[in-house]
């Protein structure tokens, strides 16, 4: 495999950082604020899963006593 340079190493970064296309800042935003709601629901999910799983095992658990 041949060894690149340092300055052909730059210069394929930049001719690849070109090609990148970055989100507007609306488009950021929007995109922020969906993960935070996508993890809040999500949690809250959990949430609900847990304590379902919580109240099955003990009273699994109290059958026994």
């Known amino acids: 495999m041949a060894k690149t340079s340092p ?3 730059v210069r394929q970064v930049r001719q690849e950082v070109s ?11 929007i995109t ?15 949430l609900g899963v847990d304590q379902l799983w919580s109240f099955v095992v003990s009273f ?5 006593a």
């Open 7 to 9: 300055a052909e190493f």
């Open 19 to 29: 090609k990148v296309v970055w989100p507007t800042r609306k488009e950021a935003m």
């Open 32 to 46: 922020t604020i969906m993960v935070f709601i996508m993890a809040s629901v999500m949690s809250i999910f959990f």
């Open 60 to 64: 699994l658990l109290g059958l026994g």
